[in-house]
């Protein structure tokens, strides 16, 4: 397993549970697992970069993005291939050089393009067997955070990444 140039991420079903809870109110909420951030900062301390690509478009998703200080967020995304497509040719990559762990049918298309793809363990069969590792955390429970920590871990970077953590905390 190559060291991809970019990673790509869907929202709904890998950092959340894929439940959109509704109050009496019409207020929309989003149960986000914090370990998934451990992920987005090991990418960030090893400067590789990060894309959110998700079919939703909920000020939600946009909030945790910015807290995240994701620099390549698309919300609202039906053609998730031609999204990614541009920017890998804005980060001068292929599709081959991408990492992209996604759950549903609207992911299949690019898990079947890029040089690494991924499920969370409770997307559906279908999807799983499409893809080249399954993690063994569900969507919303730490998934993302697992895939980014097997890829890193595949090419001895994992051990890098703590230790760029450590020195980060200890020089402030």
């Known amino acids: 397993m190559a060291l991809p140039k970019l ?10 549970d894929g439940g959109m809870y509704y109050d009496q109110t019409g207020n929309e909420w989003k149960k986000f697992n914090t370990s998934d951030s451990a992920g987005v900062l090991f990418l960030s301390l ?3 970069p990060f894309a959110i690509i998700t079919g939703e478009d909920t000020e939600i998703v946009k909030r945790r993005a910015e807290k995240l200080k994701v620099k390549h967020l698309f ?8 999204v990614a497509t541009k920017l890998c040719e804005e980060l001068e990559i292929t599709l081959d050089e ?21 499920a ?12 080249d ?40």
């Open 46 to 48: 090893l400067n590789i």
């Open 75 to 82: 919300m609202g995304v039906k053609d998730k291939i031609a």
């Open 7 to 16: 990673v790509i991420t869907d929202i709904d079903g890998v950092w959340t």
């Open 120 to 131: 969370p363990a409770n997307a559906p069969t279908y999807i799983k067997n499409k893809v």
């Open 133 to 172: 590792l399954v993690t063994e955390t569900k969507g919303g429970e730490g998934a993302f955070r697992e895939f980014v920590e097997i890829v890193l871990e595949n090419n001895n970077l994992l051990n890098k990444a703590l230790f760029l953590y450590e020195s980060s905390i200890h020089h402030q």
């Open 98 to 118: 991408v990492a992209y762990i996604g759950d549903d049918i609207n992911d299949i298309l690019l898990l079947e393009k890029v040089g690494i793809s991924a």
